[in-house]
C-alpha cells in the first residue's frame, strides 16, 4: 500500500503521516529530508522553488516509493502542489492520496509556530500560488484535532478505527 499525504508547507503532512505510518506499520518517508542541498539552501534564504528545482527531488521520491512498493508499501508526505508533481509520484495505479487542506491564516500562525525548519512561513503564499487542487483522495480538513484527523483517514483508507470502518 502506498499513501501520499499532500499539502502546502504547515498542513501537518509529517504529524498525519507518520501516524497513519505507525498505524499500518509501514516506512514514513518526509519529503523534506530528500530536498538536495541546493533546494534547501534556497528556500532557507527564502526563495521558492521552481519546477526545475523540484525535478530532481521528486524522481528521488518516485524511486523511494518503487523500491518501497517492493517491501509491502510506504507513506510519504509531500507537498506534491501540482497535479504535474503527484502524476510522477504516482508509480502505481493504486496510490492512496490523502489532501490536507485548511485556511491560510491557520497555516501562516502554524509555521511561525516553527523552530528550526528551512521552510520560512514568507513562502507561503507561492505554496498556494501554485497549488492545483486534486480531484481525486481524500481532502481533510486541518482544523480538527491530529486524532480526528487520523481517525478519518484510516477510515478512508479502509483501516477499522475503534472497532469501526
Known amino acids: 500500500m502506498l499513501i501520499i499525504v499532500t499539502g502546502v508547507s504547515g498542513t501537518g503532512k509529517t504529524t498525519i503521516g507518520s501516524h497513519i505510518a ?15 542541498k541546493e533546494n534547501i539552501l534556497k528556500m532557507s534564504q527564502g526563495l521558492p522553488l521552481n519546477d526545475e528545482d523540484r525535478m530532481p527531488w ?24 501540482k497535479e ?15 489532501h490536507l487542506k485548511g485556511d491560510k491564516d491557520l497555516i501562516w500562525r502554524r509555521m511561525l509556530a516553527r523552530k528550526n525548519h528551512y521552510m520560512k512561513a514568507g513562502m507561503l503564499d507561492s505554496q498556494f500560488e501554485i497549488w492545483e487542487e486534486p480531484s481525486y483522495g481524500l481532502k481533510l480538513n486541518i482544523y480538527q484535532t491530529p486524532e480526528e484527523m487520523l481517525a478519518e483517514a484510516l477510515r478512508y483508507l479502509g483501516i477499522p478505527v475503534n472497532g469501526k470502518k
Do not use: M
Not at 504535474?84 to 490523502?98: A, G, M, T
Open 22 to 36: 505507525d498505524t499500518l506499520e509501514v516506512p514514513f518517508f518526509d519529503g523534506d529530508n530528500y530536498h538536495p
Open 58 to 81: 521528486l524522481q528521488s521520491l518516485a524511486s523511494l516509493l518503487v523500491e518501497s512498493v517492493k517491501t509491502g508499501g510506504a507513506v510519504l508526505a509531500c507537498s506534491a502542489l
Open 84 to 98: 504535474s508533481y503527484r502524476e510522477i509520484l504516482k508509480v502505481q495505479e493504486n496510490v492512496s492520496w490523502i
